[in-house]
């Protein structure tokens, strides 16, 4: 029997990969935040997926923190901001060494859950893919992309990256995932901020070249200083094409503040600018964005955090 995934977080990403796995036959436990969520969902008949237009409901189980089974392999896909505090909750039922793949948006709530969690195995991972909830326990298959894991410490691959091949999850193990996650950054800083400012999809940000080639210089320099080279080849040239690939998408940045929930501002265009305080890099332009939205931010009542 293989172990089974459990997943914290019952956003696009988590529910994406719940009903994938599920799909194909894993053992899945969604953990939801309290019982009344667990009741909410558990008065439906599982978790829907929409894919290619098609609607597919699975029975996923699911279960509370306080659901006493131990945990060996945990999906952490919750908001960068909540992974430590959703993961304390769950302290109590972490196996020895258990594996926690990380699965957060931006920089430095990765380090922060690896600090608390000494005894666990933790494993980064970085997705392209695209997802968006339209509806109580529905997720839209939004964009098909990829996802990279890896460990720093442990360069070997998993044997359970077999299960992501069966759910048909397209992975790669990377010996060098800080890389991707720096690339994923600065990816991210180049255009989600950009799409709240201007209230626009990804492509809208055609119409401002000058001013998306204009962070990604200052975003390329960064890396290099922070030691990260490959992270920055021709970084611009992949913005842009991001920004074609996916002209018709809102960024998640973007659907978090019209929704009115909190961003992850301060793992993206913070954790660039905190870097590049460090290495004394003046960034005139990324500090510009970030001041022009944190005002943005406060002017709907959001946290600027």
């Not at 509370?64 to 109590?92: F, G, M, N, W």
């Not at 800080?178 to 600065?186: G, N």
């Not at 080279?229 to 018709?248: G, K």
């Not at 998408?249 to 460090?278: H, K, P, W």
Request: include cysteine; proline fraction near 6%.
């Amino acid at each position: 029997m293989s172990t089974t995934w459990h997943i914290l977080g019952a956003g696009s990403l988590g529910t994406l990969w719940a009903t994938r796995l599920a799909r194909a036959g894993m053992p899945v436990r969604l953990i939801l935040r309290n019982t009344e969520r667990l009741a909410s969902y558990q008065a439906g008949p599982g978790l829907t997926l929409v894919e290619h237009g098609v609607a597919q409901t699975y029975p996923v189980s699911a279960e509370t923190p306080d659901t006493p089974e131990p945990i060996h392999r945990l999906l952490v896909a919750c908001k960068a901001y909540d992974a430590q505090s959703a993961i304390a909750q769950l302290q109590h039922r972490l196996a020895p060494h258990a594996e926690l793949i990380l699965l957060q948006n931006g920089l430095g709530s990765q380090d922060a859950v690896a600090a608390r969690q000494p005894h666990a195995h933790c494993i980064f991972a970085s997705s392209t893919e695209g997802a968006f909830r339209d509806g109580e326990w529905r997720v839209v298959f939004a964009g098909h992309g990829y996802t990279w894991l890896g460990d720093a410490a442990r360069p070997t691959a998993p044997p359970w990256l077999d299960d992501l091949l069966v759910a048909g999850i397209p992975h790669e193990w990377s010996i060098d995932i800080l890389t991707r996650l720096w690339r994923k950054l600065a990816l991210n800083c180049a255009i989600n901020p950009l799409t709240v400012l201007y209230q626009c999809r990804n492509g809208g940000l055609q119409a401002h070249p000058c001013e998306v080639a204009t962070l990604c210089a200052e975003l390329s320099e960064l890396l290099d200083c922070c030691g990260q080279p490959a992270a920055s080849q021709d970084l611009h040239d992949e913005v842009q094409r991001v920004i074609q690939a996916t002209a018709a998408n809102f960024s998640s940045m973007y659907q978090d503040v019209a929704n009115l929930r909190r961003t992850e501002i301060s793992y993206l265009l913070g954790y660039a600018c905190q870097a590049a305080a460090r290495h004394q890099l003046p960034v005139p332009h990324l500090r510009a964005v970030q001041a022009r939205l944190v005002e943005q931010l406060v002017a709907r009542g959001l946290p600027s955090d």
